[in-house]
């Protein structure tokens, strides 16, 4: 169906690629076009139907989830890639994002999260597990130059940026500030404008980095 998220599975683990497989057809509004054991099967599958999203495990056997992000996004810019992982290294996790990753979950996300955190993917969010997004404070916590100070942005995106950094998805945000959620993309719209960004791989890259 024309509506209908397509997704590629990038995983070795035959249960855990068997289990996205079955989550995401089982879901509607969901559909794995390709479920593939390694980076190399997967860049063939691609030669096929075309996803929207590939969830993508960072250690496969043969060639590294990072370098296959690379490999995609040199051929399809245009497809969201978000790393499925147990990992959370802070070194895997930048590399992941330079790679040109835009989401990074970890393989405990529940279900239901998992699913809502590919559909803010695919309408231009950057969906983070909360345990990945401090890692990425504690990060920008160490340096001592305020990156933030000259962006001039109000007490309400301070507060958006605060979540944002945190992990939290457009929905939690909006429920958490009881707002809608159509105003909390369009204060995150201005935010990024501030910031001269586009994407929440963008900001922890630029104002998170190392």
């Known amino acids: 169906m024309a509506d209908e998220i397509r997704i590629m599975i990038v995983e070795d683990r035959d249960e855990v690629r068997e289990g996205l497989c079955m989550l ?5 509004g969901y559909r794995c076009v390709a479920a593939c054991g390694s980076a190399e099967e997967a860049l ?3 030669k096929g139907e075309l996803p929207e999203v590939i969830l993508m495990d960072i250690h496969l056997p043969g060639m590294q989830g990072p370098d296959c992000v690379v490999r995609v996004k040199e051929r399809f810019p245009g497809i969201q890639v978000m790393m499925l992982t147990v990992f959370e290294d802070s070194d895997e996790i930048f590399r992941s994002l330079e790679a040109g990753a835009t989401g990074y979950l970890l393989k405990k996300t529940p279900p239901a999260k998992l699913l809502e955190a590919i ?10 597990s909360s345990e990945i997004a401090r890692k990425v404070v504690r990060v920008f916590n160490q340096s001592p130059k305020d990156k933030f100070a000259e962006a001039d942005l109000s007490p309400r995106e301070s507060e958006i940026l605060s979540f ?10 909006a429920d958490a500030l009881c707002i809608n959620i159509e105003t909390v993309r369009s204060h995150i719209h201005k935010i990024y404008r501030k910031l001269h960004i586009h994407t929440r791989s963008e900001l922890l890259l630029r104002y998170f980095g190392r």
Do not use: T, W
């Not at 995401?24 to 509607?28: D, H, K, M, P, T």
């Not at 944002?164 to 945000?173: C, D, H, Q, S, T």
């Open 164 to 173: 944002l950094a945190r992990g939290f998805l457009y929905k939690e945000i």
């Open 44 to 46: 063939e599958a691609l």
């Open 24 to 28: 995401i057809n089982g879901s509607a």
């Open 119 to 128: 559909r803010e993917l695919v309408d231009g969010g950057s969906p983070m």
